[in-house]
């Protein structure tokens, strides 16, 4: 039997506790708004737009959907420590790259050596373009094992390379590229278990990214300076392993896959103008959001912040970042997620804006704080509008899709940062350029919202 009719046996058990249903009713549309392109069957911005099934949290062909249950949570938990995996290492990047310029890689210039953390970096959003497509036609076990595995493997050999290219290959390529088959597997998964609580449920999902990136690189810089590089890297692949290990047992899908009898990669989605103006918001967004984050240990120094407590600020924003997540996720499923993304990507921007003028150690301490807190809840909703605007048998595709795009915004935004501050030798501009570009995002995510609900107001 073939990976997707195993999955497919095994998803319909838990949907045959409830009432199946054959609404084939076409979807009500608001004349006044006008059709809004297929977004509008399941968009949750506005009940007028839904069929009588989908207002009630029902999937037209497999009943009631869980929305919370042991099972649903401890998907939502497993896919969690999936993306505690992949992030983890990557938000430790900035450890790595300071112990390879002083040893490993000595004499090797710093540009050169961070193209493993940003490729790396691109290669954890980049797949999601054909992992989504891979998730929808039914595969999600045999990917996440294979990922899993390469993972694994990878973190052990990158402990016994001594040159450039092995350490490109192991830590930039491999890790990376395995993170993002993880990641773009388990960011689609909540979307079949939750409707109504979709926002918690990613908020949940999103949250191993928090938790990795405040352990890990202080458990790297840590164990390094105690057992040596190698045996740090030891560490970490069974602590890789441990997490890829409870992803596999617990994450499922739930639905069975739609015959997909087009290319696996499928740029059909663009066509809505919503769906478009979303993807370019998460693309400007993320040529600024992570500036702070990449440089606030870089800048903090230089107005007299102590270099222990200025490695700490990653640490303490990430840490904070997890009640945006989880809050955000609490309130969208109340207000809509768009309601949410715009005022808490507006006090992210601001945050940015202020970065450079800090001159004090509470001053950074408080700017760490409010901007993960806030970044946070922008992060932790990316995947939500996406999988709201379509069939819940196509959300891999759409998800994977705004992740490929935002990736090339993620990867270009802090060198385009750093060049500012090389060329200028300040983060003044730099924090202008970063929160101009949050801004701009916030104007297309209005104008995404302008789209599906015709008007500023109302739950989107």
Known sequence: MSEPQRETAGSL??????????DQRPPMVDKEKGSF?????????????????AADGLDGQHGVYPDGGFRAWLVCIGCSAGICSTFGLVNA??????????????????????WIGSIQYALVFMPGLIVGRIFDRGYTKIPLVLASVILVAATFLTAQCTVYWQFLLCQGIAIGLSSGFIFGIVVGVPAHWFKRRLGLA?????LGSSIGGTIYPIAVRNLMDKVGFQWTMRILGFLELALC????LTVERRLPPKAHRGPLINFSDLKSWSYSLYCLACFTGFLGIY????????????VGVPDDLAFYLVAIANACSAIGRVGGGLLSDRIGPLNVMIPSSFIAGVMTYMWPFVQTTGGYIALAIVYGASSGVFV???????????????????????????AIGAVAGPPISGAINTATGSFKFTGIYAGTAVMASIVLLTATKLTI????????
Not at 99 to 107: D, V
Not at 202 to 206: K, M, R, S
């Open 453 to 460: 609900n015709r008007r500023l107001w109302g739950r989107c």
């Open 245 to 248: 290990l409870f992803t596999i």
């Open 202 to 206: 990613l908020g949940i999902t999103t």
């Open 13 to 22: 058990a838990p949907s045959l506790t409830g009432t199946v249903l054959e």
């Open 37 to 53: 392109d297929k977004e509008v069957e399941s968009y949750d911005s506005d009940d007028a737009l839904q069929s009588p099934a």
């Open 380 to 406: 932790g909703l990316l995947a939500v509008p996406p999988a709201r605007m379509g069939n819940v048998h196509d959300v891999g595709s759409r998800v994977g899709i705004s992740m490929s795009i935002l």
């Open 291 to 302: 500036t702070v984050l990449t440089y606030i240990d870089v800048s903090a120094p230089l």
């Open 93 to 114: 990047w900035g450890v790595f790259q300071a112990y390879y310029t002083e040893s490993i890689l000595a004499g090797t210039p710093p540009s050169t050596i961070a």
